[in-house]
């Protein structure tokens, strides 16, 4: 059954507060009756949810649970590592007819959606003035997407666990810091082995994830040869290179010039290397979302 496209003018939300909350490794909540409509969506580790009428659904970063009124739901949380949900509850006014509303969505890189999120928990935390308002007007874009779309998908699926190593090395290098990062820094964040999340990397990238990884950092510090002053040392430290040899190393290897030669020769012809391509460029906006 299909709903009717929500306009997020004719919307009303009444709000909370978007909160998140961290839990020790092996926590349960619930069960718990919902009174009211609540948004969960995971930012660190993994959770079983349940509900009353049947359902089930393993949740991790990426997906984003819509649980309405009237339900029983129940959480267990990763039996070996802490983990962390977002989540935001509220009614809508007038009420309206949430049959055949979507339980889940993904949040591609490529939609609104992880801003939208993002926004919500920036505005929880900080409550400006206004923020419920704001909060309101946000939730209910946020919502109209939600239900109705439409919403980008990635050219080609990606697997659940691939993504979910994505989404960590987003949040580290979001802050700046393009530290090299191991499979089994990436693994032990999606709770697979790091055989399987490499086979299943491969399968999609058609190399290895660190490799692949080490080639957007030799990316990002080629935009920065051409885009500023820095220094090759400055450089190398940015991209998360452990000095200026093992930089010029490593970019030598994989585009055949020393970066102070692509330097000099601005970027132009055959070595113009500030975009990837393939399946790389797919990669590269997961990890920095446009």
């Known amino acids: 059954m299909n709903s009717p496209i929500l306009r997020p003018d004719a919307m009303r939300p009444v709000v909370g507060q978007p909160r998140i909350a961290d839990y020790p490794p092996g926590a349960t909540y619930g069960p718990m009756f919902l009174r009211d409509f609540e948004l ?14 049947g359902r089930a659904m393993r949740l991790r970063p990426g997906l984003v649970l819509l649980v309405p009124p ?25 009420p309206c ?14 939609g609104p959606l ?15 003035p206004g ?8 939730l209910a874009l946020l919502l109209a997407s939600f239900v109705d779309g439409p919403l980008p998908v990635s050219d080609t699926a990606v697997p659940e666990v691939v993504n979910v190593a994505i989404g960590h090395v987003r949040v580290i290098w979001s802050t700046g810091d393009l530290r090299p990062i191991s499979l089994t820094e990436l693994a032990a964040a999606a709770s697979v082995s790091a055989s399987y999340l490499a086979r299943q990397f491969r399968g999609r990238f058609g190399m290895g994830f660190v490799t692949a990884l080490e080639h957007l950092r030799l990316i990002r510090a ?6 500023s002053n820095y220094s090759l040392a400055a450089i190398a430290r940015t991209c998360g290179f452990a000095d200026q040899y093992h930089f010029s190393r490593r970019f030598a290897a994989r585009y055949g010039l020393a970066p102070s030669a692509y330097r000099k020769l601005g970027g132009n012809g055959e070595h113009n290397i500030a975009l990837p391509d393939g399946r790389l460029r797919a ?6 979302p446009s």
């Open 131 to 138: 923020w419920e308002q704001r909060v309101a007007d946000v």
């Open 114 to 128: 992880p801003g939208l999120l993002g926004y919500l928990l920036w505005l929880g935390n900080h409550t400006p």
């Open 222 to 227: 080629s935009t920065l040869l051409l885009r």
């Open 70 to 94: 009237g339900r029983q739901h129940h959480f267990t949380w990763d039996q070996r590592r802490a983990c962390r949900h977002a989540f935001l509850h509220f009614q809508l006014e007038p």
């Open 283 to 288: 990669l590269a906006e997961g990890v920095w």
């Open 97 to 110: 007819d949430w049959t055949g509303w979507p339980l889940f969505r993904y949040a591609d890189s490529a």
């Open 40 to 53: 969960v969506w995971m930012l660190r580790g993994v959770a079983d949810w349940t509900c009353t009428d």
